[in-house]
């Protein structure tokens, strides 16, 4: 009886092993999931011959051709979007976490020096590059993130979009001209 029990645990124990591995290497998943669709399709009466005397289908070819890609590359698409989507939002709070720690290390230096105490001006090309970092970046953000008034950073942001073409909204309905403070920046 316990020697079951040994033989059970240990089989349990290979099956966690496969499947940890298996779930580790999507290219394996891909190749399973394809031999048990052409596995089924067999079992189901579809052959894969050639006879030189059969007269090839084209309408059923283009058929299947046509169920393939309208029901896997969506799915395909919208996978690899996602991923992209994950590792930018990833990159971006790297980016600005990294950013943030500079300008704290920068803001103590400047509060122990007496003479720098005095507002800094906010250059063009230091929100560029905030605009780089974060990837998508909204007035109010840009703003809060120098720790000055929307106002102070208007005439940068109209002369890197307007100007110098680096930067461009995100939607359509971010409208510079009528309302610089909502909009949504990224680098054109």
């Known amino acids: 009886m316990r020697k079951v029990n040994q033989i059970e645990i240990c089989r349990d124990d290979m099956l966690k092993r496969i499947i940890k591995f298996i779930s580790k290497h999507?290219?394996?998943?891909?190749?399973?999931?394809?031999?048990?669709?052409?596995?089924?399709?067999?079992?189901?009466?579809?052959?894969?011959?050639?006879?030189?005397?059969?007269?090839?289908?084209?309408?059923?070819?283009?058929?299947c051709g046509t169920w393939f890609c309208g029901c896997?590359?969506?799915?395909?698409?919208?996978?690899?979007?996602?991923?992209?989507?994950?590792?930018?939002?990833?990159?971006?709070?790297?980016?600005?976490?990294?950013?943030?720690?500079?300008?704290?290390?920068?803001?103590?230096?400047?509060?122990?020096?007496?003479?720098?105490?005095?507002?800094?001006?906010?250059?063009?090309?230091?929100?560029?590059r905030f605009i780089c970092i974060k990837m998508v970046a909204s007035t109010e953000e840009i703003a809060e993130h120098f720790k000055v008034d929307i106002n102070d950073i208007k005439h940068q942001l109209e002369d890197l979009w307007a100007v110098s073409e680096l930067?461009?909204?995100?939607?359509?309905?971010?409208?510079?001209?009528g309302n610089i403070a909502k909009c949504h920046w990224k680098k054109s």
């Not at 930067?167 to 001209?177: A, G, R």
């Open 26 to 63: 999507k290219l394996l998943i891909t190749v399973i999931i394809e031999i048990i669709v052409i596995l089924v399709l067999y079992f189901l009466g579809f052959r894969i011959t050639y006879n030189a005397k059969i007269e090839n289908n084209w309408d059923a070819i283009e058929a």
């Open 72 to 128: 896997i590359v969506p799915i395909a698409v919208i996978v690899i979007q996602h991923k992209i989507s994950e590792s930018e939002q990833r990159t971006s709070a790297s980016n600005t976490a990294l950013l943030d720690e500079i300008e704290q290390i920068k803001n103590s230096v400047d509060s122990t020096d007496p003479q720098r105490q005095v507002k800094r001006h906010i250059s063009s090309d230091e929100i560029y």
């Open 167 to 177: 930067i461009s909204t995100v939607s359509l309905e971010d409208n510079p001209n």
